[in-house]
């Protein structure tokens, strides 16, 4: 039932009479729950851009919260494990170690989550074998911390991906994704069964019931802005670049294909946000003694920016459809556990750069860094130094890892990178070239590319060479069409950052912010220090002031 009505709400089945708030407690207590949304790929821009077709919860959001303007990641790789850790964290990945989504590990290209030490729990038939964990964290986040103070605090975090649920949870609680066989699942590091609140809820809201659904616009086309078939644009197999788009696929698809593209529709949103609501009503939360942790983070906009580019029909879609499912999930936190009774923290993992075929078309720079081409110029300038061989062992985003030989022989003569970082400087989209070790004792740099690079630089997991591309090139494969994301570029790194609920004084906020500072002063408003933490207690935006002790 509370998924039909959730369906309702965003447009996607017939309208009903919805269920109206009730007022909670205005008490300025410290809160009770602390919530935390993660919008995939939402870039800062979108406030605006969609602040006309706001009316549900992101119209509350900016009205009733605190948004800070100034809010970028200072660091290079900007991609999903990277910010969902500095979020749950509150520091960047220098300090927490998830350096990108998959690195090297001497002999495999391995995920930030993959952990062979743990097998998966299913909640549906058919899920993995190996499971996911938080084990390459090297901090605490802020679930961590809460429960370290206090056993009895609750630590819930839901996500269509692994990486993002587990790394706003960390190393502990109820902690639910989708795995690679699109079944919903936990993993033995975090529980040895599922959890019987979760389970119920998957139980009674089988996906498949949504195969014969169609997603199409909320709206007329004309309320959208620019043309629905953007060249470029690289629609997942089943769906054409125009809506609509069913759930099915179009005719002839093969049914395996239903979830995938379900993934890809406001019906994932939906879904999850309905999951997150039974949540705290089953579990409770908010309504103990000790204080509770939700996180959400919310997956479909990133998958639709990916294939449809962030200036699509689909996005804006995709985004006027999540303010419908925000104002749901604001109204059952209103209703089941009270205004003034918990705080909200809402960002971004990072944004996405436009689609460059687009661009190009409009006579504008941009364009593409394709991967195997970089590690076929590298090679070929170090068998120049270090004769014949295959010295390159993986690119893997901005990052060039060699062979263990080849490690060797350049950390005795550093003189022998040289015709490869030149080699590289040279092809097309590339604007700077640097040298990986050392960089850790940069992170103070003067120079923002230098500190970009340094700030995601670890010793041991990153590469030996770092790729710094220009603005509006996009790194992927020889066939890799749409866009993507992972520069230090103003489109990647500026995201919202938005405190919301008790205590919090609504406005616009000049002061510079990252989304490392959510997790501190999420903490700070229940007297909860993180310790070590690269982000700060934004104390202005809340009255009293929390606690901003570290």
Known sequence: ??????????????????????????????????????????????????????????????????????????????????????????????????????????????????????????????????????????????????????????????SMKPRSAIMLAGHNGVVTWLDDHDVWATSTAFAPAPDATIQAFITANPRERMRPS?????????????????????????WTTTFPHPLAGTPGTPPSVFLSLWERSPYADAFLTAMASSVVTGMKLGQGEAVDYLGISFATLDYVGHAFGPDSHEVQDTLMRLDLAMGELLTALDTHVGRGRYVLGLSADHGVAPIPEARQLAGESGGRLVTQRMAEVTNAALVQTLGPGQHVARVEYTQVYLSESAQHRVLEDPALLEPAIAAIAELPGVERVLRGAGLERERASQDPVVRAAALSHVPGRS????????????????????????????????????????????????????????????????????????????????????????
């Open 1 to 158: 039932m509370m998924l039909i009505r959730l369906l309702v709400a965003l447009g996607l089945l017939v309208s009903l009479p919805g269920q109206q708030p009730i007022s909670g407690s205005q008490s300025p207590a410290p809160p009770k729950l602390l919530v935390v949304v993660v919008v995939d790929q939402m870039r800062f821009d979108y406030l605006d851009q969609m602040r006309a077709h706001w009316t549900g919860g992101m119209k509350r959001l900016l009205t009733e919260g605190a948004v800070f303007e100034r809010n970028f990641y200072p660091y290079l790789n900007t991609v999903t494990c990277a910010g969902h850790a500095t979020i749950g964290t509150g520091s960047f990945p220098a300090t927490h170690g998830i350096i990108m989504n998959a690195w090297w590990r001497g002999t495999r290209n391995a995920s930030c989550t993959d952990d062979a030490s743990v097998s998966s729990i299913a909640y549906e038939p058919g899920g993995e074998a190996v499971g996911h964990s938080a084990a390459q964290l090297l901090v605490p986040t802020m679930g961590d911390r809460l429960r370290e103070r206090s056993p009895a605090s609750r630590v819930v975090t839901l």
């Open 214 to 238: 169609v997603w199409s616009r909320l709206h007329e086309p004309g309320v959208y802005a620019g043309t629905d078939d953007a060249p470029g644009e690289a629609p997942p197999p089943g």
């Open 463 to 550: 590469g030996q060479i770092v790729i710094v591309p220009q603005r509006y090139y996009v790194i992927g494969s020889a066939t890799a069409n749409g866009t993507t994301h992972g520069t230090h570029h103003s489109y990647d790194q500026q995201v919202p950052l938005i405190f919301f609920g008790a205590n919090v004084k609504p406005g616009r906020y000049q002061e510079p912010s990252t989304p490392a500072d959510l997790a501190p002063t999420l903490a700070a408003t229940v007297g909860l220090p993180l310790p070590g933490a690269d982000g700060v207690v934004q104390q202005h935006a809340f009255t009293p002031a929390p606690d901003g002790r570290r």
